[in-house]
């Protein structure tokens, strides 16, 4: 699991480096960005559906089904992430819908937010 954890985050990395080569310096001036310091969700965070497959809570990891994760470019998949805060894993068992923002955070793709789907 901790390779094929390595690589999916290598592959995102490198198609992340294509995606940022091929925008046009119009492209990027375009682009909205959150002030610094704020929080994700009042900048308009976007949330990805996902089916939670296991958790452990004692090194602060959920493994999801999720859809596609546009802010990462990342594909549907089922993935291992870390979690800022262990405390969103509480009330989480397998199978539980939810909703979640995920960022890079220390090189590691991360989960930001967390919340059951209604």
């Known amino acids: 699991?901790?390779?094929?954890?390595?690589?999916?985050?290598?592959?995102?990395?490198?198609?992340?480096?294509?995606?940022?080569?091929?925008?046009?310096?119009?492209?990027?001036?375009?682009?909205?960005?959150?002030?610094?310091?704020?929080?994700?969700?009042?900048?308009?965070a976007m949330m990805t559906d996902a089916v939670v497959q296991k958790i452990d809570p004692a090194k602060g990891l959920v493994v999801l089904k999720h859809g596609d994760i546009p802010n990462l470019a990342m594909p549907a998949m089922t993935m291992g992430f870390d979690v800022a805060d262990r405390k969103m894993l509480d009330a989480l068992k397998p199978g539980d819908k939810v909703r979640f923002h995920v960022e890079v955070v220390k090189g590691k793709p991360t989960v930001t937010q967390l919340e059951t789907a209604r």
């Open 1 to 44: 699991m901790k390779v094929s954890h390595a690589l999916a985050f290598a592959l995102f990395a490198a198609s992340a480096a294509v995606a940022q080569a091929q925008m046009s310096k119009d492209d990027m001036s375009s682009m909205k960005m959150p002030a610094q310091g704020q929080p994700a969700q009042q900048a308009g």
